[in-house]
């Protein structure tokens, strides 16, 4: 008897005959992708795909990392975000546990902080379950253009567009915004100016915010100049950090260092390595240079950082921000 009524209700749910009863209370599950990019990663999209999306109270979303740099979701319900550099009384800078570990959830009523925290490698998705309606925006704290909406209905309310609709409506918007930052890559060059003593070449880091594009590499990825030329780099994208870095014969020094903790996730410090300046303006050797981290705004850090290259040879430099990314570039001085 058991048996039997099981098999009948696998039919029934194969059927949808339930439809509409219990499974419906449980709400409808969507997508949204976080970030895109170009295959090679040096077009990045911060985005969200859909940037705007409409369900209703009781539905679920499912944020999905879709590239390789880091995103968060969050709500932050009017609130200001919170400092992304939290100076320690020992000297060392920690990256706050509140942007990079999950923290609210899992469900939103439009109220206090709810965040994904990073989403990054094998944390690759986080669900909220909207209690309230309303009109409810959300951004990546690293990115703060990054900037979504949920609007979510009364219960019961039809949908303007279907998960399809909005996949389709997402994959339009995304080849547009690839193209664009191809665009933008094909048009940036480091550019050549007569200095007191060679030439000066200026090599932009640069993004299109209103486009929701940054431009993960340096301008021009492999430069060629000659011994006493100066390279100037300058960065002018404002939603976004980058670091020039020559690692000498060395590894590129990660950009965060996680101290284990005895119990819980690990505390997150900035390396001090990449916080100073290091090795002077000349460039005499492959050793270590380092710009520390170039950030125009948020609050505004240095935005510049210059090297006169004083022996012959092939130096390559990375963004420590964005090794995944394949941000670095390579200078080729020439006698
Ligand atoms: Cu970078």
Known sequence: MGRILAVLVAAALGLGVFAGSGSAAAGKTWTVGVGADSPDHAVQLLDFYPRTITIDVGDTITFVHTAVVEHTVTFLSGAKPPALDVPQKDGRVQFPAV????????TYNGTGYANSGMLVGDNKSWNVTFTKPGRFTYQCLLHPAQVGTVIVQPAGTPYPKTQAQYDALAAQVK???LAA???????THATKSKGPHGTVYTAPMVGDPTQRIALYRFGTDTLTIKVGDTV???MKDPDEIHTVTFPGTGDVPAFIVPEPQPQGPPTLYYNPKILPPAGGPKHTGNTYYNSSIMIPVNPPGPTEYTLTFT???TFT?????????GMRGTIVVTP
């Open 181 to 187: 930052g191809a665009k933008l890559r094909a048009a």
């Open 99 to 106: 942007v990079a570990y999950p923290q609210g959830g899992p």
């Open 175 to 177: 080849a547009h915004s």
């Open 311 to 313: 022996q012959p040879g």
């Open 317 to 325: 430099y990375w963004c420590v921000v964005h090794v995944p990314e």
């Open 232 to 234: 100037r780099w300058v």
